[in-house]
């Protein structure tokens, strides 16, 4: 389809191509600067038509060769016979005064054959030739009977004719409608920002109502002390930048007092009223988001400008029945840590408990001479003397020069989403992708930046909160990311755990053209997309080059700030996050066909982003192979069912110790944190989901780029050359001709994506004509000459 536009274009330019003499820079020297005194020529006789037109009109209405031959009729016009007649074509029995946008015309022309570009010369020829029309139409509707016994038609015959005929059409009412009409489908269709002009009318009206009682209160309040001290006329002046402050704050019980105490405790509070005010607004922002980036030249949002951020009240607050850690609690597993390192001849110095939502943390500084894996070697010992399930012992914690005994509380606090959203540290993170997570041991809320990981392996054994952490991520995003910003691409082939984000389709996904299930869970289509994704990956990697950009953010920078421009392909890239739930079911079903392009995206997508999370039950080494771990860095294990899971997926152990429902080790940058995963129930993510999808959506999901050649019945490892690619020959002369074997080369060659290249590869393999993949080295080219070739494609084709 692509090629066969480009084709059609590049044919089209060959028919239109401009003639060789055209292109001879003397040629259009000589061209602009004829053009340009034409126009001034044209221009004062136009001008020149006001004055002297009245003296000149009944020399005129003769036949141009006639004129000028007959040396008895002498014209008034500045610049004789032709601009006379000239200007009586244009202005009279043409288009009135508005034949001067057709100097504008020419001016273009003229500066275009100087090399001058000020505007795309079809877009001027055909939207000032529009306004003539309509300008002349407007003037002798406006000027019919005011102009009637001058020599000037202000509308030229052109607009008179036409205006006469509406007139008798549909009434003066309704040609002043379609005059209405007409002129703003000229300028919303010839200049960009028409709409967002008037939409910014309305807001600045709406605006402007809002703010009148308070200056009308102000002004009253002003007049009234005026009459009441006249004799104090100056003072009352100097008095009135005091009184503007005053009354605004008086406005200010909009925000409900118990709002502020409920997000920030009262503290520091000032007695300046200046600083009253910023304080309440601030308080606002912590209950109700506001995170959108302050207006620049191209607003992203514009499109969904209305669109409401969930409010904090959808979600609800599971503290509420949390039991504190009592203190003989604490005591009593102090004084058995103490006991059994005792009994092993260990002495210590000093304890100190941190107590976590799920865990406390007693902290140890042994006496001096003990080794540390004497005490590493306790942690079954130090477990049975607790009786407790889940104890952790880390030594030394890093950076402290302590060693910390992890002990499961008794009754484990349940972390709410609501008062992590709620938090100053998620409300006031600067992150371009915020997730908050939980809690950590030492209380404080774990907040985390997508784009800075750039991709999330979780994994956790089946019921221990791997979708509860999943909806927390997502959640989170939506309490941050305005839908313009955002994208969401949803794999379950489990089909009942994301199923619950379909409703908000059209705000945040993103799909497959003709997809219709919004969240992808046949095993075909999740291959399908990925591959959609890699497309859509190297376009945006074209963009960024193209706009010299090195990352996302630096490259929507620029297109907000309108240096891109839009017919370029330029065009604002949302951040698009990846969410497979239940990886191990991709793997085992597709293998190589699903791990190659998100090993692929996970390489390369970070500039440009695309971040992936993905989810599995079965940590081992079969389902989070090499591939995947290599380019997973960043890790979050729930409680998993042995040590070797825990290895496979933290690279140490941990993650089998501990207690389940959401209690997790988040591994990033070789730091291992430990982290109680906020709680969001169903209800609560059905109830965001509600609040979004009830408001105004774009008309369709998100589409991503169509994958071509995807063959839906081909499995993993099998080649079937009877459903040959369309390229397969010429690849394989290709290949053959300069004996280099290449993927990219291909890919290159034939402009096709990364995957339909692997997948001629693959089939060259098959039939023999390159050798198999050997790691970095280019693939061996079997066929040596082009006869042994053609021989073997024939054999094929038979
Ligand atoms: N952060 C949490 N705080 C409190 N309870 C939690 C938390 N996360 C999970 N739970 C509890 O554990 C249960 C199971 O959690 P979840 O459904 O997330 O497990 P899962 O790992 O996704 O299981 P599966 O893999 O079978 O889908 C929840 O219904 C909830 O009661």
């Known amino acids: 389809m692509a090629t066969k536009k480009k084709s059609k274009a590049k044919s089209k330019r060959k028919i239109f191509s401009k003639p060789k003499f055209l292109t001879d820079e003397r040629t259009r020297f000589i061209l602009g600067i004829t053009l340009s005194l034409f126009t001034l020529y044209t221009s004062l006789a136009f001008v020149s038509f006001f004055f002297t037109g009245g003296a000149d009109q009944s020399k005129l209405d003769i036949k141009w060769l006639e004129l000028i031959t007959d040396s008895e009729i002498r014209v008034e016009n500045w610049t004789g016979k032709t601009g006379a007649y000239l200007s009586n074509l244009f202005i009279n029995k043409g288009f009135g005064i508005a034949s001067f946008s057709f100097l504008y015309v020419m001016l273009v022309l003229s500066l275009r054959s100087w090399g001058v570009k000020i505007q ?96 009308e209160e102000v002004e009253e309040e002003l007049v009234a002390d005026n009459s009441k001290e006249e004799s104090f006329e100056e003072e009352t002046f100097q008095d009135i930048p005091e009184f503007e402050p005053e009354v605004l704050l008086s406005t200010e019980p909009e925000i409900p007092v118990e709002q502020i105490d409920e997000t920030i405790p009262a503290e520091n509070k000032d007695e300046d009223d200046v600083e009253l005010k910023i304080e309440a607004v601030r308080a606002q922002e912590e209950t109700v988001p506001i995170n959108q980036e302050p207006l620049e030249d191209f607003d992203p949002t514009l499109d969904l400008s209305r669109y409401k951020f969930p409010t904090i009240d959808l979600l609800e607050d599971h503290q509420i029945n949390n039991s504190i850690v009592s203190k003989e609690e604490l005591e009593s597993n102090k004084n058995k840590i103490v006991e059994t390192l005792r009994h092993y001849k260990i002495e210590i110095v000093q304890i100190k408990a941190t107590i976590g939502p ?28 607790l009786s407790a399930l889940g104890i952790r012992i880390i030594a030394p914690i890093p950076g402290k020069g302590t060693i910390g005994i992890e002990v499961p509380n008794r009754t484990p606090e349940i972390v709410s989403m609501k008062n992590i959203i709620a938090s100053k540290k998620f409300q006031e993170s600067k992150f371009a992708l915020p997730v908050a997570l939980g809690r950590t041991i030492s209380n404080e809320t774990y907040t985390l930046d997508l784009t800075k990981m750039p991709h999330l392996l979780v994994a956790g054994a089946t019921g221990q909160g791997k979708s509860v952490g999943l909806n927390a991520i997502i959640t989170s995003l939506l309490y941050k990311k305005h839908p313009s910003q955002l994208k969401f691409v949803l794999i379950d082939p489990k089909k009942v755990e994301l199923s619950i984000y379909s409703t908000i389709e059209k705000h945040f996904l993103a799909k497959l053209p003709d997809e219709e299930e919004p969240i992808i869970t046949d095993i075909h289509k999740v291959i399908t997309t990925l591959n959609s994704l890699c497309i859509e990956m190297d376009s945006r990697y074209d963009l960024l080059k193209k706009a010299h950009a090195r990352n996302i953010k630096e490259y929507n920078a620029k297109f907000v700030k309108r240096k891109l421009n839009p017919e370029n392909g330029h065009r604002y890239l949302p951040y698009i996050v990846v969410i497979i739930d239940e990886f191990a079911d991709l793997i085992m079903t597709a293998g190589k066909e699903v791990e190659a392009p998100i090993a692929r995206i996970a390489q390369l997508a970070r500039a440009i982003g695309i971040h992936m999370i993905i989810a599995t039950q079965r940590p081992s080494t079969n389902i989070i192979t090499g591939v995947i771990k290599a380019n997973f860095p960043a890790r979050i294990a729930f409680k998993v069912a042995s040590m070797i899971d825990s290895r496979t997926i933290l690279d140490s152990p941990g993650a089998n110790q501990l207690i389940g429902r959401g209690d997790m080790l988040v591994s990033i940058s070789s730091d291992l944190v430990r982290v109680q995963c906020a709680f969001v129930d169903t209800p609560e993510v059905e109830a965001i989901t509600d609040f979004i999808k009830d408001q105004q959506s774009y008309p369709s999901a998100l589409m991503l780029p169509e994958y071509v050649g995807e063959s839906s019945e081909s499995t993993a490892g099998e080649v079937d050359l009877q459903k040959r690619d369309a390229l397969f020959e010429e690849a394989a002369r290709l290949v053959v001709t300069s004996q280099q074997g290449s993927t990219s080369g291909i890919q290159r060659r034939f402009s096709i994506g990364y995957n339909r290249a692997g997948r001629i590869v693959d089939q060259l393999e098959a039939a023999g004509i390159v050798g198999p993949f050997e790691g970095s080295k280019a693939r061996q080219v079997l066929v040596q000459d082009e006869y042994s070739l053609e021989q073997l494609l024939n054999n094929i084709s038979n």
């Open 120 to 215: 795309s010369l079809r877009k001027s020829i055909l939207y000032t030739l529009l306004f003539s029309i309509w300008l002349s139409i407007g003037m002798a509707f406006v000027f019919v009977d005011s102009t009637s016994d001058s020599f000037l038609f202000l509308g030229g015959s052109h607009g008179f004719f036409i205006s006469e005929w509406l007139i008798s059409i549909i009434g003066s009412v309704g040609t002043l409608f379609v005059l209405i009409l007409t002129l703003l489908c000229i300028l919303t269709f010839g200049f960009q920002n028409t709409v967002g002009f008037f939409k910014g009318l309305v807001k600045r009206k709406e605006k402007a109502t809002e703010e009148t009682p308070i200056q």
């Open 358 to 385: 799920t865990v406390t943390l007693y902290e140890i500084v042994p006496a001096p001479g003990v080794r540390i894996s004497k005490i590493k070697n306790l942690e079954d010992d130090i477990a049975l003397s």
